[in-house]
């Protein structure tokens, strides 16, 4: 595998520090000075700062994510993060975002490959949410939510709405813009008042508390990857 990526399976930095690293020459394979395109093989000394480092197992963790958590790995403001409440010995960093409010399943891993295909748009990975709103939405706004709302950033492709109360919507999404649910209920008139994600990639929160977090079996993650085409 690359150099930047074995260092990030290796608990160093993400691969983008990683080759801040490398360009730096801190970073040493077999006694050389590491690249950027530096291949890294079975049996190869790795070496950072003249300590040698090594892959960490690959992890997959399903977080049940409350509000006021940000969803990054350090926070310079000093806000508690959701790598702080996993607290997994392997380096996991969170696959795509949820807002500091919002509630949900979060996925996290160190699984490069696979967190980038299941961020792609490509990919159109199945997110579930469910949003309190204000006002009370009429079926001709849950037929605009559903068939595409301008945005600034352009239409929203097409979604799932249906209505679970008065004032909250399930919307099943195939998209990943920042903050789309709520800017999609903005734009209809019925802003936001509480959202949270209720599946992710076809996994769900069920028999996990807030704030709690369990590994992915294996059957999960096999599905993850034949979801992305990584079979």
């Known amino acids: 595998m690359r150099l930047n990526r074995y260092l990030a399976r290796a608990g160093v930095a993400s691969r983008r520090g990683a080759d801040a690293l490398i360009r730096a020459g801190r970073v040493r394979v077999n006694g ?122 352009g239409v929203t492709a097409p979604a799932r709405v249906r209505r679970l109360g008065r004032a909250r919507l399930e919307l099943v999404l195939h998209e990943g813009r920042n903050r789309q649910v709520r800017r999609m209920c903005d734009a209809v008139g019925h802003p936001v008042r509480r959202l949270h994600r209720s599946g992710y990639a076809g996994l769900d929160l069920k028999g996990l508390e807030v704030g709690a977090w369990r590994e992915l079996t294996r059957d999960e993650v096999d599905a993850l990857r034949r979801l992305v085409g990584m079979a």
Request: glycine share 12%.
């Open 32 to 153: 050389a000075p590491g690249e950027p395109g530096t291949f890294v093989a079975a049996g190869d000394r790795v070496e950072v700062d003249g300590v040698e480092v090594g892959k960490q197992p690959l992890a997959h963790v399903l977080l049940h994510k409350p509000p006021g958590v940000v969803t990054t790995a350090r926070d310079p403001q000093g806000r508690p993060t959701v790598v702080d409440i996993v607290g997994h010995d392997a380096r996991v960093v969170p696959v795509g975002r949820l807002d500091i409010d919002t509630t949900g399943a979060l996925l996290l891993s160190n699984d490069g490959d696979l967190a980038h295909r299941l961020a792609h748009p490509r990919y159109g990975v199945e997110k579930t949410y469910v949003a309190d709103v204000e006002g009370e939405p009429s079926a001709e706004t849950i037929l605009r939510l559903a068939s595409g709302v301008a945005l600034e950033d």
